[in-house]
């Protein structure tokens, strides 16, 4: 039996959701990126006496990838880290590690380990080639003295669930750390340091991705943050202890970052430009909801329902696109992540309040993975809440639980596309009919 008009239109905007969803991703595609900012960058590699390469991210295998058919003899040592999803085979040259991701553990301590001896060999003359890429903080951990890997994977996680915007959590990692906060860039001030960035956070701040380990630190107080989530007080004496001696240092500005060039080379504005302009070659209306997506991911929710109501009152087909990375105030024990939350909720409003058009919801990580799950998020259409209620779900129980993964599973709205190899934030997409 052929499909109806109706049911062959959603099927369509489903196929074009997941078609511009790519695009997005391909945009910053780690290899490429890294590829066109060394080939500028030729005559630096050639003077530098030996060049040791660091790579760190869920990008860093294919980013390493790109840089180490420009290296040749120069090379003197390279190491790469990254999660088990992206791992990746590179040349003899390289040692490649996993670490653990979105909470650090005993791997990304050996990592961390690896790749702050390799900084402390750069000498003069040396070029320190630097790839970072995001989920660099978790993957590459090396815990100030005195402090437990213990506590720092228990604070990580409370950081999580606490609702903590990315700004925020890396600006308490750099705290706690002997790597970030530009702390990797002052072991090797005695070579040049030279770091390509595929950025996660809002604005392209090289002091935020991966916690910042080549950009010199903004002034920030870490223990303001996390007052304010009320997490000050479940530190451990060795934590509290090592906050009020950095309380009492300055001087972290005064260091010196002559040496080093941060270079972002990807981020999600590239990629929902790229959005963007495929979802012109087939809507006529491309509207752009927001410069990047955050806060309270029922408030995102909330925010594209408006937009999407107000849009529908416009004729002809639409397509509203959003990027950015809201958080989750983690309640419930369930399992999900942000997009995959974003995606049930919206759906859930527009059961409520309905959109009285076609239309099918996506919001997916670029990274391939949103939070602990192999999803990397999910799209929703109006039949979505039926769906999962005619299988035993009840979308508003499993939100109140944070359980959305099962929910979405249920209906058949899970977004899964394996690793991708790069990681640039979320993007949202919006099809009208």
């Known amino acids: 039996m052929e499909p109806s008009a109706s049911a062959s239109d959603l099927i369509t905007l489903r196929k074009q959701a997941l078609e511009l969803f790519r695009d997005g991703v391909s945009a910053s595609d780690p290899v490429r990126a890294v590829s066109e900012a060394l080939d500028q960058r030729r005559q630096m590699i050639a003077a530098a006496r030996r060049v040791i390469l660091i790579a760190f991210g869920k990008a860093a295998c294919p980013m390493a990838q790109g840089t180490l058919p420009f290296l040749g003899s120069k090379l003197h040592a390279a190491c790469a880290v990254t999660n088990p999803e992206n791992l990746a085979r590179l040349d003899d040259r390289a040692v490649v590690l996993t670490g653990g991701h979105p909470l650090p553990d005993e791997n990304s301590l050996r990592a961390g380990q690896m790749i702050e001896d390799l900084a402390r060999s750069a000498g003069p003359g040396d070029l320190l080639l630097v790839l970072i890429s995001g989920g660099g903080s978790a993957l590459l951990c090396a815990p100030a003295p005195g402090i437990a890997l213990a506590d720092k994977i228990a604070l990580n996680d409370a950081l999580i669930r606490s609702g903590a915007d990315i700004r925020e959590i890396n600006t308490v990692r750099q705290a706690f750390s002997r790597l970030k906060g530009g702390r990797l860039a002052q072991l090797a001030t005695g070579a040049q340091v030279l770091s390509l960035i595929l950025s996660d956070v809002p604005g392209n701040d090289i002091s935020t991705i991966a916690s910042g380990p080549t950009a010199k630190p903004r002034e920030t107080d870490a223990r303001a943050i996390l007052d304010r989530y009320g997490l000050t007080g479940a530190l451990p004496t060795a934590m509290r202890e090592h906050l009020n001696r950095l309380a009492c240092q300055t001087g972290r500005q005064a260091d010196s970052f002559d040496h080093v060039e941060n270079i972002v080379i990807g981020g999600n504005d590239i990629s929902l430009k790229k959005v963007m302009e495929r979802a012109s070659s087939l809507f006529p209306a491309v509207v752009k909801a927001n410069d990047w997506l955050d806060g309270d991911v029922f408030d995102a929710a909330c925010a594209l329902h408006r937009i999407a109501l107000y849009a529908a009152r416009e004729t002809g087909p639409i397509a509203i696109v959003a990027g950015g990375e809201p958080t989750v105030k983690v309640k419930g024990g369930g399992t999900g992540g942000r997009n995959q939350e974003l995606a ?90």
């Open 344 to 433: 049930l909720r919206f759906a859930v409003l527009e059961e409520n309040a309905p959109i009285g058009r076609q239309w099918v919801f996506l919001s997916g990580a670029t990274d391939g993975r949103d939070g602990p799950t192999d999803a990397a998020g999910g799209i929703v259409d109006a039949g979505s809440t039926g769906w999962m209620r005619q299988f035993g779900c009840d979308p508003d129980m499993h939100l109140a639980n944070n359980d959305s993964y099962p929910a979405l599973a249920s209906s058949g709205d899970l977004l899964l596309t394996g690793a991708t190899g790069t990681n640039v934030a979320d993007l949202q997409i919006l099809l009208m009919r």
